[in-house]
T-cell receptor, first 110, second 115 residues
Framework: DQQVKQNSPSLSVQEGRISILNCDYTNSMFDYFLWYKKYPAEGPTFLISISSIKDKNEDGRFTVFLNKSAKHLSLHIVPSQPGDSAVYFC?????????FGAGTRLTVKP | DAGVIQSPRHEVTEMGQEVTLRCKPI?????LFWYRQTMMRGLELLIYFNNNVPIDDSGMPEDRFSAKMPNASFSTLKIQPSEPRDSAVYFC?????????????FGPGTRLTVL
């Protein structure tokens, strides 16, 4: 069962514009959420996280928003840069369980 | 630190053969995770260890899959016998703490192709 869903397999944006990647989850028990970025032929690397007690966390150009009532989180990248082109995975965890989404491939065009 | 090391990076084998994937976690990390990435299902957690002890193997798809961690610096994931549907990228990751409290550091992955 897909408890964490990234419904957009791909996203293309222009350099300098905002990239918004979305993620939905079904299990209300999840209390910690993460975004990982993956380049080809490399393992995923941690990008940013948010606890369920918050609704926003910002780190430089990256901001994660959490809407618990909608069971939805999003990652905003502003401004987008060509080097941001990668696959982005969202993940949700609680206790001894962690689930990843299928990933969204972001392409930032110069 | 060299990060999480996985070997081999690529493995091509024939159906029915035994496959062994290897992982060396980051020194000092008490948790080790094995994931499988496929186009259809994304990243799936297969099993994880804490201090070399398997904690949760509910993600292991079948009895054909087994994982061991004989010491703090080495783990293996074995598939016997392998099948074409096992073709995927297998990642090993390690962390100091368990989910939700610490970042997981991933290795570069092993791309497995079963013909």
């Amino acid at each position: 069962d897909q408890q964490v869903k990234q419904n957009s397999p791909s996203l293309s944006v222009q350099e300098g514009r905002i990239s918004i990647l979305n993620c939905d989850y079904t299990n209300s028990m999840f209390d910690y959420f993460l975004w990982y970025k993956k380049y080809p032929a490399e393992g995923p690397t941690f990008l940013i996280s948010i606890s369920s007690i918050k609704d926003k966390n910002e780190d430089g150009r990256f901001t994660v928003f959490l809407n618990k009532s909608a069971k939805h989180l999003s990652l905003h990248i502003v401004p987008s840069q060509p080097g941001d082109s990668a696959v982005y995975f969202c993940a949700a965890s609680y206790n001894n369980d962690m689930r990843f989404g299928a990933g969204t491939r972001l392409t930032v065009k110069p | 630190d060299a990060g999480v090391i996985q070997s081999p990076r690529h493995e091509v084998t024939e159906m029915g053969q035994e496959v062994t994937l290897r992982c060396k976690p980051i020194s000092g990390h008490d948790y080790l995770f094995w994931y499988r990435q496929t186009m259809m299902r994304g990243l799936e957690l297969l099993i994880y260890f804490n201090n070399n002890v398997p904690i949760d193997d509910s993600g292991m798809p079948e009895d054909r899959f087994s994982a061991k961690m004989p010491n703090a610096s080495f783990s293996t994931l074995k598939i016997q016998p392998s099948e074409p549907r096992d073709s995927a990228v297998y990642f090993c990751a390690s962390s100091r703490l368990v989910f939700g409290t610490d970042t997981q550091y991933f290795g570069p992955g092993t791309r497995l192709t079963v013909l």
